[in-house]
């Protein structure tokens, strides 16, 4: 089995950073893709931003030049910079890592991020 374990989440100034971080840990196939996804009361979760082990990025259109996602292959560890926050970033965020070729994916059990003054 497959553990996530996320940090960095809180609260955040608007304008200002947080940076969130997933530890992976278990049985992690080499190739793989990790991400962030959110989800605010009442809509369903959807992607942030993910990562795949060669490189490849993607990023739903409202964080685009705001945040960065990469990983670090020997920590299994995903992270996000969060900059230029705003209010309407805050939800609760999820870290998955999804082994597309063995049709397997997990989930982290969350993290509170709160952009407010």
């Known amino acids: 089995q497959v553990q996530l374990v996320e940090a960095g989440g809180g609260l955040g100034q608007p304008g200002g950073s947080l940076r969130l971080s997933c530890a992976a840990s278990g049985m992690i196939f080499r190739f793989n893709t990790m991400g962030w996804y959110r989800q605010a009361p009442g809509k369903q979760r959807e992607l942030v931003a993910r990562?795949?082990?060669?490189?490849?990025?993607n990023y739903v259109d409202s964080v685009k030049g705001r945040f960065t996602i990469s990983r670090n292959n020997a920590k299994n560890t995903v992270y996000l910079q969060m900059n230029s926050l705003k209010p309407e970033d805050t939800d609760v965020y999820y870290c998955?890592?999804?082994?597309?070729?063995?049709?397997?994916?997990?989930w982290g059990q969350g993290t509170q991020v709160t952009v407010s003054s």
């Open positions: 998955n890592i999804d082994f597309h070729d063995l049709n397997r994916q997990y």
């Open positions: 990562i795949a082990s060669r490189g490849n990025t």
